[in-house]
């Protein structure tokens, strides 16, 4: 059995991956793919990892997971998701670094079913548009209550991924950036369920539904019925052309409001992320999902 845990991260997701996936959960199932609801799994996991603290469970208790959260005789591959996986938004900076509990989190999970393959998926956001959304999540804090003694320019992904890869030693990471997710969504979604390109998803569509006009996702709709394209490529360069046209400025647009973060500042913070997303997508053990 293949375990696959989605992380979100915060404010990347709302959900969409999950719910895509359960809208298919009847031909995933023939496929050994499960993708139990989040009501069912969520509260189960948080009292195991409570109980756990880390350590491995054994055969009786992930034998009292699996029955817990799957009912079909045929698990193959077993898919959670949730953004509080690695923490609370209020605890994503903590004493001057980021994410610092992501490590022990991910290493904590990879114990619930220790002897079975384990994958972890997640995408990654512009440091300067994931503050502001974490922080507004929040409530009672300023930004400088929030983000504590970190410097803005020392918040970066890639010391976050080097310490999970090194909790979770030859375990499969799957990352992405957030902002590529409107043009990969379908790979991320098969990704995430292990199923072929060519498996039918009705949630192909669910993020460009977001940042499209209803009357340019129709359109693209109708295109790509008409059109199937011969590629992953073809289907990316079809979809840009697309939201050239028909993407909603106000969904694309991301306001940046915080106090002291002038224009410069946001500017540098997103070429370091840049430089983090080069370092990472090198990184051995990293299968990075890119347009």
């Known amino acids: 059995m293949q375990v696959v845990y989605h992380l979100g991260a915060h404010?990347?997701?709302?959900?969409?991956?999950?719910?895509g996936l359960l809208r298919a959960k009847g031909p995933l199932a023939e496929r050994g793919v499960i993708v139990p609801g989040p009501g069912r799994y969520r509260p189960v996991l948080r009292e195991t990892l409570l109980k756990l603290k880390g350590a491995a469970a054994s055969r009786e208790v992930q034998e009292v997971l699996l029955d817990a959260v799957a009912d079909a005789d045929l698990v193959e591959r077993l898919v959670f998701s949730n953004e509080l996986f690695i923490c609370i938004p209020q605890k994503a900076v903590m004493e001057g670094m980021f994410y610092p509990m992501a490590a022990r989190k991910v290493a904590a999970l990879s114990n619930l079913f220790p002897d079975d393959p384990c994958e972890f998926h997640m995408a990654l956001r512009n440091p300067a548009t994931l503050i502001p959304a974490l922080l507004?999540?929040?409530?009672?804090?300023?930004?400088?209550?929030?983000?504590?003694?970190?410097?803005?320019?020392?918040?970066?992904?890639?010391?976050?991924?080097?310490?999970?890869?090194?909790?979770?030693?030859?375990?499969?990471?799957?990352?992405?950036?957030?902002?590529?997710?409107?043009?990969?969504?379908?790979?991320?979604?098969?990704?995430?369920?292990?199923?072929?390109?060519?498996?039918?998803?009705?949630?192909?569509?669910?993020?460009?539904?977001?940042?499209?006009?209803?009357?340019?996702?129709?359109?693209?709709?109708?295109?790509?019925?008409?059109?199937?394209?011969?590629?992953?490529?073809?289907?990316?360069?079809?979809?840009?052309?697309?939201?050239?046209?028909?993407?909603?400025?106000?969904?694309?647009?991301?306001?940046?409001?915080?106090?002291?973060?002038?224009?410069?500042?946001?500017?540098?913070?997103t070429d370091a992320y840049d430089d983090d997303v080069a370092e990472i997508a090198a990184m051995p053990g990293v299968r990075f999902l890119a347009p």
């Open 11 to 19: 404010s990347t997701d709302e959900e969409r991956l999950v719910r």
């Open 136 to 269: 507004g999540r929040v409530e009672g804090l300023t930004c400088e209550q929030f983000i504590g003694s970190a410097d803005p320019l020392q918040i970066r992904w890639a010391p976050v991924i080097r310490r999970i890869l090194a909790a979770v030693p030859g375990r499969q990471l799957t990352l992405w950036c957030n902002e590529d997710t409107p043009l990969i969504w379908p790979e991320v979604l098969r990704s995430v369920a292990g199923v072929p390109a060519e498996t039918p998803l009705a949630a192909d569509m669910d993020v460009l539904a977001t940042i499209m006009t209803p009357d340019g996702q129709r359109r693209l709709e109708g295109y790509l019925a008409s059109h199937p394209p011969a590629s992953i490529e073809q289907r990316r360069s079809i979809v840009s052309a697309f939201l050239s046209k028909f993407a909603r400025p106000e969904a694309l647009e991301v306001e940046i409001a915080l106090p002291g973060w002038t224009g410069d500042l946001i500017e540098d913070i």
